[in-house]
């Protein structure tokens, strides 16, 4: 069991501070603690990363450090995962994901099945109660539109979702669109056929894509139309049954564009659209076909609403001060 030790005084050099918590967990078996700490201590950093506390290992314990709260919480993951390590000789990935929203989000070991999506060889597990909304809204809704920061997970969570469609055979296949709209720069006429030329406009959705399925399945799937890759402008007339389809950077689209694409969903589809409203690379006095979507398709049934934020972000610790850096810009010059 872990040991808790008295926080401090709060004070370091005369200046109060937060009082610091610490609690030793005894884990004795060299080998345990790497099968606890992971492949190149993987757990550990996403423990400390998603709790903010710092774990060190020393003399056959852990030892964590932080704040009161936090400290409880790493250190009931570590306790589980302990007993994991006991019982079967390692932990898995999945399990780490499972055990941190389990004492983290408050979600119950029957609800985790509900978050989890089941992508081929691999789950795909929300880190934040953002990111659950997300999924749980593309599980109960035909249509749904997400928006939020870079980096909150909107196009690799829906990548996830037309996936595990795609596997449960609920779905026929995936299309991934993407408006061809480039970020403030004129690339020029790009080299190579069509594809070739489209590739760097896609390229984030098969990144996206590639996390959830091997380089042979992808092509496989891709020369048999089971998977697609096009851009929004090839969308016109086309109609699409049993197809998960997708739309990414959706706020580079035209009030017209939005119309169009939305207007080729079929039977049995479903449409999942994800854009970032603060990085809009429209021309000048050109309103965003998202923003306006939101705004027309609010009293629809079947259609839902997701709103990610800065606490969503999982991608770098830096990319969420970024984030925050450009909002409050504006403001302090005002």
């Given amino acids: 069991m872990a040991s808790p030790h008295p926080p401090s005084d709060g004070r370091q050099n005369g200046v109060v501070t937060p009082s610091m918590f610490a609690a030793t967990i005894p884990v004795g078996d060299p080998e345990a ?69 389990r004492v983290t989000g408050g979600v119950s070991p029957g609800e985790i099945g509900v978050h989890v999506i089941d992508c081929p060889g691999r789950q795909v597990i929300p880190r934040t109660p953002g990111q659950r909304g997300y999924i749980k809204a593309m599980r109960e809704n035909d249509l749904v539109f997400c928006a939020g920061p870079a980096g909150s997970g909107k196009t690799y969570l829906a990548v996830a979702m037309a996936v ?26 790009l080299p190579g056929d069509l594809q070739a030329k489209l590739n760097p406009y896609l390229r984030p959705l098969l990144d996206a894509l590639r996390e959830m399925m091997d380089y042979d399945q992808i092509k496989k799937y891709s020369e048999q139309d089971v998977i697609e890759m096009v851009p929004l402008a090839y969308m016109r007339g086309r109609t699409l049954n049993e197809a998960f389809i997708i739309l990414d950077e959706a706020q ?27 990085q809009v690379d429209l021309p000048p006095h050109t309103r965003s076909g998202m923003a306006d979507a939101l705004h027309r398709l609010r009293d629809i049934k079947g259609f839902a609403r997701v709103q990610l934020s800065n606490a969503d972000i999982v991608r770098h610790r830096l990319v969420q001060d970024v984030v925050r850096a450009y909002e409050e810009g504006p403001k302090k010059r005002k």
């Avoid at 939305?262 to 409203?277: A, Y």
Wanted: a positive charge; glycine letters at 6%.
């Fill in 33 to 101: 603690i790497v099968s606890l700490l992971g492949a190149r201590d993987q757990h550990l950093r996403k423990i400390c990363d998603l709790i903010h506390v710092d774990i060190s290992a020393r003399d056959g314990k852990l030892h964590v450090r932080g704040e009161e709260a936090a400290v409880a919480q790493a250190t009931e993951v570590l306790e589980h995962l302990k007993q994991i390590v006991d019982r079967r000789g390692s932990v898995a990935p999945e399990q780490v994901d499972q055990t941190i929203i």
């Fill in 164 to 189: 595990e469609a795609l596997k449960r055979k609920q779905m026929k296949k995936i299309v991934l669109v993407r408006p061809a709209v480039e970020a403030g720069e004129r690339l020029g006429y």
């Fill in 252 to 278: 580079n689209t035209t009030v017209a564009q939005m119309k169009m694409f939305l207007t080729r969903m079929g039977l049995s589809s479903k449409i999942v659209v994800s854009g970032d409203p603060t």
